[in-house]
């Protein structure tokens, strides 16, 4: 019997492949659904990452809807679409939504339909989770394989059956606002529609969050690899899973290295050291660092091979045709006053993009050290739910911005936008309770009212906590505080949702606001009101500079394997197409000139090269920056 099929044999139906991004999760996740068809049972492999690889990994296409691949007999593949079935459930239960909207609230019938359109908390993501539930219950699929986001938007998809129950707290005062009415009214109540679509609804969530948190049907399978970043953020991930009452079934290193020196060797040891120490009571398994392309089939067939139980243990030896790091290779051609890169971050608000795993945190951190180099008052500051920054710079870095050692003029931040919304909406709650306080005098409906207001920031669009955090941002370039902000966010499809959710989040903005005039009839939600006003003034602000060239670029990180250039002209286009100017590509862990990515305009691109171990700390991150070598338009692989 192989490794795989051992993991297998120990895994129950549902499978959630997690892990940091650029770890192997969909190499590991195909590998594990063809061999789970190739074994007889009819396996479904799931893509729930917005910036999904199926399609390059498996070499056909892959629809929102399960389609059989046919190089793999048994074997059905889907991408998830979290906004075709948002889009479903509305047309669904739209206008059961409207009716108790409408009779909890002082909303016209247009203004109860726009505001449901424009919000829903995390509502792609939440009816994305109910569409899993949906195939969970389906008798097609003996096995169902999900590949997931990088880690931070995966532990948020799998909290939303917790913050959906918000929303439903909601619509149910909303609706036993009615309730009472009619009693008072009838003195009896006969449930209707509404009462039926909050009764199935609960029930929905209730029976995902047992599917989730029962082992018998569900284990996750963490993908890690030897490198300092990814154990602190396996380490999270662990944490946060126990956190969630969801079990790991088993914990796989990938890619480790045979030893190419002295340094390499204690640092992939000791990253090793660490991973066996996480989750002692599962199975762990390694993969070495494997000499194949890594896209398509031959990648996730060579990796099922080599795919191997047992402790981890510390790197072999080095073959005697192993290459020589790119870094001895090469000679410091430049010191840090005439770097290539100094300029990089010009602009006030600098976004670092990119695939999960590319080293965008890194590239992020090294380009707040030349800034800061450069005299600028320079902060770096993590939007992404798994945030790195601390571990790039190898310094404690929490909410509140602090002074990085060794890089005068630098200061690092983790941003933590649910944390920050979340004090947005308690404060705006306490708002809205003392008001009701001075005024309730025994008033039953006013008892309603209070509970409806209360809560009305439930009715928030998807990411608007990560919009906010960034708006914060907006206000840290207006005071002066800092010459330029660099922003490490989210991979891929989370960040063009960001960049996407400005105009969404002022028209929900907008609604909310003529909402609480309607309100202001009944009670003055002066206060209240003001800071959701305060909250719009930020957003259009943040807006503007978004779509500013001067004020605002996005700088995007690759590596030229073929998946990841596909997805980074993707992004590329996408970032265009919504109007945010894109001021360079850094080509990341090359061993020379890669073909530069085509674009209209031209970009500046650099060739970083491959360092082994990682470069960690200000001195580290500097050397290795210092590296970068521009490519020409003409120059190719």
Same mark, same amino acid.
């Given at each position: 019997?192989t490794?795989?099929?051992?993991?297998?044999?120990?895994l129950?139906?549902?499978?959630?492949?997690?892990?940091?991004?650029?770890v192997?999760?969909?190499?590991?996740?195909?590998?594990?659904?063809?061999?789970?068809?190739?074994?007889?049972?009819?396996?479904?492999?799931?893509?729930?990452?917005?910036?999904?690889?199926?399609? %390059?990994?498996?070499?056909?296409?892959v629809?929102?809807?399960?389609?059989?691949?046919?190089?793999?007999?048994?074997l059905?593949?889907?991408?998830?679409?979290?906004?075709?079935?948002?889009?479903?459930?509305?047309?669904?239960?739209?206008?059961?939504?409207?009716t108790?909207?409408? #009779?909890?609230?002082y909303?016209?019938?247009? %203004?109860?339909?726009?505001?449901?359109?424009?919000?829903?908390p995390?509502?792609?993501?939440?009816?994305?989770?109910?569409?899993?539930?949906?195939?969970?219950?389906a008798?097609?699929?003996?096995?169902?394989?999900?590949d997931?986001?990088?880690?931070?938007?995966?532990?948020?998809?799998?909290?939303?059956?917790?913050?959906?129950?918000?929303l439903?707290?909601l619509?149910?005062?909303?609706?036993?606002?009615?309730?009472?009415?009619?009693?008072?009214?009838?003195?009896?109540?006969?449930?209707?529609?509404?009462?039926?679509?909050?009764?199935?609804?609960?029930?929905?969530?209730?029976?995902?969050?047992?599917?989730?948190? %029962?082992?018998?049907?569900?284990?996750?399978?963490?993908?890690? #690899?030897?490198?300092?970043?990814?154990?602190?953020?396996?380490?999270?991930?662990?944490a946060?899973? %126990?956190?969630?009452?969801?079990?790991?079934?088993?914990?796989?290193?990938n890619?480790?290295?045979?030893?190419?020196?002295?340094?390499?060797a204690?640092?992939t040891?000791?990253a090793?050291?660490?991973?066996t120490?996480?989750?002692?009571?599962v199975v762990?398994?390694?993969?070495p660092?494997?000499?194949?392309?890594?896209?398509?089939?031959? /990648?996730s067939?060579?990796?099922?091979?080599?795919?191997?139980?047992?402790?981890?243990?510390?790197?072999?030896?080095?073959?005697?045709?192993?290459?020589?790091?790119?870094?001895?290779?090469?000679?410091?051609?430049?010191?840090?006053?005439?770097?290539?890169?100094s300029?990089?971050?010009?602009?006030?608000?600098?976004?670092?993009?990119?695939?999960?795993?590319?080293?965008?945190?890194?590239?992020?951190?090294a380009?707040?050290?030349?800034?800061?180099?450069?005299?600028?008052?320079v902060?770096?500051v993590?939007?992404?739910?798994?945030?790195s920054?601390?571990d790039?710079?190898?310094?404690?870095?929490?909410?509140?911005?602090?002074?990085?050692?060794?890089a005068?003029?630098?200061?690092?931040?983790?941003?933590?936008?649910?944390?920050?919304?979340? #004090?947005? #909406?308690?404060?705006?709650?306490a708002?809205?309770?003392?008001?009701?306080?001075?005024?309730?005098g025994g008033?039953?409906?006013?008892?309603?009212?209070?509970?409806?207001?209360?809560?009305?920031?439930?009715?928030?669009?998807p990411?608007?906590?990560?919009?906010?955090?960034?708006?914060?941002?907006?206000?840290e370039?207006?005071q002066?505080?800092?010459?330029?902000?660099?922003?490490?966010?989210?991979?891929?499809?989370?960040?063009?949702?960001?960049l996407?959710?400005?105009?969404?989040?002022?028209?929900?903005?907008?609604?909310?606001?003529?909402?609480?005039?309607?309100?202001?009839?009944?009670?003055?939600?002066?206060?209240?009101?003001?800071?959701?006003?305060a909250?719009?003034?930020?957003?259009r602000?943040?807006?503007?500079?978004?779509?500013d060239?001067?004020?605002?670029?996005?700088?995007?990180?690759?590596?030229?394997?073929?998946?990841?250039?596909?997805?980074?002209?993707?992004?590329?286009r996408?970032?265009?197409?919504?109007?945010?100017?894109?001021?360079?590509?850094?080509?990341?862990?090359?061993?020379?000139?890669?073909?530069?990515?085509?674009?209209?305009p031209?970009?500046?691109?650099?060739?970083?090269?491959?360092?082994?171990?990682p470069?960690?700390?200000?001195?580290?991150v500097?050397?290795w920056?210092?590296n970068? /070598?521009?490519?020409?338009p003409?120059?190719?692989?």
């Open positions: 019997m490794a795989l099929d051992a993991l297998l044999d120990s129950p139906r549902w499978v959630l492949v997690g892990g940091k991004g650029g192997g999760k969909t190499t590991c996740a195909t590998a594990l659904a063809t061999r789970s068809a190739a074994r007889g049972q009819s396996t479904l492999l799931l893509s729930t990452d917005p910036a999904g690889s199926l399609p %390059d990994v498996l070499g056909e296409a629809s929102n809807r399960p389609a059989p691949i046919a190089a793999h007999p048994g059905s593949a889907m991408q998830l679409d979290a906004a075709r079935e948002r889009d479903e459930f509305l047309s669904r239960w739209r206008d059961t939504l409207v108790i909207v409408d #009779r909890g609230t909303l016209d019938t247009a %203004d109860i339909t726009g505001l449901i359109d424009a919000a829903l995390g509502a792609d993501e939440s009816m994305a989770l109910l569409a899993l539930l949906e195939l969970d219950r008798i097609t699929w003996e096995r169902i394989v999900v997931t986001a990088p880690t931070g938007h995966t532990l948020r998809l799998l909290e939303l059956p917790r913050t959906f129950e918000a439903l707290s619509l149910d005062a909303m609706q036993e606002k009615h309730r009472f009415m009619v009693r008072a009214l009838l003195h009896r109540y006969r449930a209707d529609t509404a009462d039926r679509f909050l009764d199935e609804l609960r029930a929905e969530l209730r029976a995902l969050r047992h599917t989730l948190e %029962d082992p018998a049907r569900l284990e996750a399978v963490l993908v890690a #690899r030897p490198e300092p970043m990814v154990v602190a953020e396996t380490a999270r991930y662990v946060a899973l %126990d956190a969630l009452h969801l079990s790991l079934g088993a914990l796989i290193v890619a480790v290295p045979h030893a190419h020196g002295e340094a390499s204690e640092t040891s000791a090793l050291a660490s991973l120490r996480l989750a002692p009571d762990h398994y390694t993969v660092v494997l000499d194949v392309p890594r896209a398509g089939e031959h /990648t067939a060579a990796w099922s091979a080599a795919l191997q139980a047992g402790d981890v243990a510390s790197p072999a030896a080095a073959p005697a045709n192993a290459r020589t790091p790119v870094r001895e290779q090469r000679a410091r051609r430049r010191s840090s006053d005439a770097s290539p890169i300029t990089l971050a010009d602009a006030p608000l600098t976004i670092v993009a990119g695939k999960g795993g590319v080293g965008k945190t890194t590239v992020a951190c380009l707040g050290i030349h800034a800061a180099a450069s005299g600028r008052r902060l770096v993590s939007t992404d739910p798994a945030p920054v601390a790039a710079l190898a310094v404690p870095v929490g909410e509140e911005a602090t002074d990085v050692p060794g005068p003029g630098l200061a690092a931040r983790q941003l933590d936008g649910a944390a920050a919304f979340r #004090r947005f #909406r308690d404060a705006y709650s708002r809205v309770d003392a008001l009701f306080d001075a005024l309730l008033s039953a409906q006013l008892a309603y009212d209070r509970a409806i207001a209360r809560e009305l920031l439930a009715f928030a669009p990411g608007i906590d990560e919009l906010y955090a960034l708006a914060s941002l907006g206000e370039l207006a002066s505080r800092y010459d330029t902000v660099i922003v490490d966010p989210a991979p891929t499809g989370h960040l063009l949702r960001l996407e959710s400005p105009r969404l989040a002022l028209d929900w903005s907008h609604r909310l606001l003529r909402l609480m005039l309607k309100y202001q009839h009944v009670v003055g939600l002066g206060q209240a009101a003001q800071d959701v006003l909250f719009s003034q930020r957003t602000a943040l807006d503007a500079v978004l779509h060239p001067v004020r605002a670029a996005l700088i995007v990180v690759a590596l030229d394997e073929p998946i990841v250039r596909a997805e980074t002209a993707r992004l590329v996408a970032v265009h197409a919504l109007g945010v100017h894109v001021a360079g590509v850094i080509w990341n862990r090359t061993d020379g000139s890669p073909l530069p990515l085509p674009s209209e031209a970009l500046r691109q650099f060739a970083s090269a491959a360092e082994e171990p470069p960690r700390g200000v001195d580290a500097r050397r920056s210092l970068w /070598t521009p490519l020409s003409s120059e190719h692989g």
